[in-house]
């Protein structure tokens, strides 16, 4: 039967499964074999200074070059690492990759990394960070850990445990996609953000200029009250420009200043070199 098939690892299709059932359980069992064959790439997006127009950081954003299917985005295939637990490895992977080419950048920019909130439950995150700093020798403070309110919500006392850990080390932290869906003002009393991501809904949404400056500067006083600055997210155009400006909002990401780009593209960009190779190879560091 279908259900002992896939104690082993092993999909039978049934005639009476949906295609999209038969997608994701096609999909799942191509994850684990992706990690393996290095299919999953990382892209980094920009994250910009409203006060001086300079970049700041980069996100990391993965991706997964599936041999059929092409470029699979994050949003079908994270789930399903979630719900087998390969979230555990692949995020450490992204966590590793991510800072091992950070400790390369120079001017020495931040790095941003999305925690899924498996991650925080079912691994000792903040033993993997100090880890992760040790052996690429990335500077804590250049370093901060994306999570999402429903990431810490998971387990409230446990991710305030390990987030109080990862703070005390210098490494940032940001609350992801902030505004979008039910957010609570309980989060940001609970936990010590450092910023606070505007989600994209929340300059997209329609309503006059007026109304979204309003709804900027509200999160922003309230981030204010806890000591966090604010990074607008999907920023497309210059009129949504202009808002966060007049709002006082700290940065920005979004296509108007770039899309997420391979990393050959970010180091070309760094250095002028189109071949993208990095800055100082003998500064790469050595990865177990
Ligand atoms: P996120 O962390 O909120 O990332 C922002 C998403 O918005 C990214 O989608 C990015 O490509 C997209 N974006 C950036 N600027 C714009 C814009 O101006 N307009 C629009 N329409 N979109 C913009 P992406 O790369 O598909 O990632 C989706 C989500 O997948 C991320 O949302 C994050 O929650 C998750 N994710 C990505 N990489 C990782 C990872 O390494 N680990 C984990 N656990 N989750 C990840
Ligand atoms: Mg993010
Ligand atoms: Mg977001
Ligand atoms: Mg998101």
Request: glycine share 10%.
């Amino acid at each position: 039967r279908a259900k002992a098939g896939l104690q082993h690892g092993v999909c039978f299709y049934d005639a009476e499964l949906d295609e999209r059932t038969r997608l994701r359980r096609g999909l799942g069992a191509d994850l684990r074999q992706a990690v393996a064959r290095g299919e999953l790439i990382l892209h980094y997006q920009v994250q910009t200074s409203l006060q001086t127009g300079a970049p700041r950081g980069y996100e990391a954003l993965i991706r997964w070059e599936h041999p059929r299917l092409g470029t699979v985005p994050p949003g079908s295939f994270i789930p399903l690492a979630e719900e087998s637990g390969l979230i555990v490895p692949i995020g450490e992977w992204v966590l590793r990759t991510a800072c091992a080419e950070a400790a390369t950048w120079d001017p020495p920019y931040r790095i941003a990394v999305n925690v899924s909130a498996v991650q925080l439950t079912e691994q000792d995150l903040a033993g993997v960070v100090r880890d992760v700093l040790d052996e690429t020798g990335l500077a804590p403070a250049r370093l901060e850990l994306e999570l999402t309110e429903s990431a810490v919500f998971a387990d409230k006392e446990r991710a305030q445990e390990t987030l109080r850990a990862i703070k005390a080390m210098g490494v940032g932290i940001a609350l992801d996609d902030f505004g979008s869906g039910y957010s609570s003002l309980e989060v940001l009393r609970s936990f010590p953000f450092d910023r606070i991501k505007i989600d994209r809904s929340v300059i997209a949404s329609p309503g006059t200029e007026q109304e979204t400056l309003a709804f900027v500067q509200a999160i922003m006083s309230m981030g204010r009250i806890f000591g966090m600055s604010a990074l607008a997210e999907g920023v497309e155009t210059p009129e949504q420009l202009a808002v966060l400006r007049s709002a006082g909002c700290e940065e920005a990401q979004g296509f108007l200043f770039g899309r997420p780009e391979p990393v050959e593209a970010i180091r070309a960009a760094r250095t002028g070199d189109p071949t993208g190779q990095p800055v100082a190879a003998e500064r790469v560091p050595e990865v177990a």
